[in-house]
């Protein structure tokens, strides 16, 4: 009897296991499409439903200015915008079909990045800023949403 006992308490537990399981993963896609990006752990690339990649360059005064590795990645996480090495490639990695920004990479960077700004270097009578995607200037700066194989272009520089 203890036996029938013990197989019936361990098959109620394994089913509300389950449903914990299926219950959570719904939530977290829920809040996947609406969390801000600094909130969302993608763990180790299970469960991924969009993988898309960019380049970006940045240039201050003619310097290239490097893009740390590890970006968006600490010990135990991994959020859905990451670098894994300064080469510039920005990885996107999502749990669910949802469009991030260059603005959300910049947070994740704590950097600033707006129309008037990038990191320290603001425009001012002598310098202007200005964005280029795939070779196309663009005034969408922060609002950028990030596409597969984008080549991001951000230029602070004096006029001339």
Request: proline share 2%.
């Amino acid at each position: 009897m203890k036996t029938k006992t013990w197989l019936w308490f361990g098959g109620i537990i394994g089913v509300a296991f389950i449903i914990y399981i299926i219950w959570t993963a719904a939530g977290n896609s829920q809040n996947c499409a609406t969390a801000p990006v600094t909130e969302i752990n993608i763990g180790d690339h299970k469960n991924i439903l969009s993988h898309i990649h960019q380049t970006l360059t940045i240039t201050v005064n003619g310097e290239q200015i490097i893009i740390p590795a590890n970006i968006g990645i600490l010990s135990g996480i991994m959020r859905p915008i990451h670098t894994h090495d300064s080469s510039g490639k920005i990885h996107v990695e999502g749990p669910c079909q949802r469009d991030f920004t260059l603005e959300e990479f910049f947070d994740l960077w704590g950097q600033t990045f707006t129309e008037d700004c990038i990191m320290e270097n603001c425009i001012d009578e002598t310098h202007t800023l200005k964005m280029y995607v795939n070779g196309v200037e663009t005034t969408l700066f922060g609002d950028y949403i990030l596409k597969a194989d984008d080549e991001i272009e951000i230029i602070y520089e004096e006029t001339t």
